[in-house]
């Protein structure tokens, strides 16, 4: 095996493990993010639980509950644009009655979908009748975000090792 193919090989395995060492030291600097809503009315309490998980699911999974008198509504935050261009996604926050700041419950790069889900707890919160409602993250995509730059640099080092075997073959005949 060429040098090049070597190291191509060395970045290929060294993605994965980096990610996933990536994803749980940013879960574990800045807090679990929130993966969904679940609301029930059923059993004669009325509690919004918010799953939070450090690893999509699969780590450092916790479960913040909040009774559905605690909710005013529900809203959606659009991300905060900088230097002449627009930054993260919107999220779902949830307005809270006793405390001073809203409490984020999903995110979605798509502004429709989240002022969907939106409407859709609002109209629950609304509804006396209604039993139940459930949200939930697309974790796929979450799970996408990090892993790009990575591979963005993998794509470029190996580009750059292509054009400089072609140039050493090139120069060889």
Same mark, same amino acid.
């Given at each position: ?10 970045? %290929? ?23 969904? #809503? ?7 309490? %009325? ?65 429709? %979908? ?47 090792? #292509? ?11």
């Amino acid at each position: 095996m060429q040098r090049s193919g070597k190291v191509l090989l060395i970045l %290929a395995l060294a993605l994965p493990p980096f990610a996933v060492l990536m994803i749980c030291a940013l879960t574990s600097v800045f807090g679990a993010p929130s993966i969904g #809503l679940s609301c029930s009315r059923l059993e004669g309490r %009325a509690l919004c639980e918010v799953p939070q998980s450090s690893f999509f699911g699969l780590l450092r999974n916790s479960l913040q509950v909040i009774p559905e008198s605690e909710i005013a509504g529900a809203r959606v935050e659009r991300p905060l644009g900088g230097g002449g261009r627009r930054g993260g996604g919107y999220r779902l926050l949830l307005d809270l009655k006793s405390r001073g700041y809203p409490y984020p419950v999903l995110s979605d790069p798509s502004f429709d %979908a989240v002022d969907a889900e939106a409407r859709r707890v609002n109209a629950y919160l609304s509804d006396p009748t209604a039993t139940a409602i459930g949200l939930q993250e697309r974790l796929w995509l979450s799970a996408l975000v990090p892993l790009a730059p990575l591979a963005l640099v993998v794509g470029v080092v190996g580009l750059a090792i #292509l054009v400089k075997r072609r140039r050493a073959t090139a120069a060889s005949r």
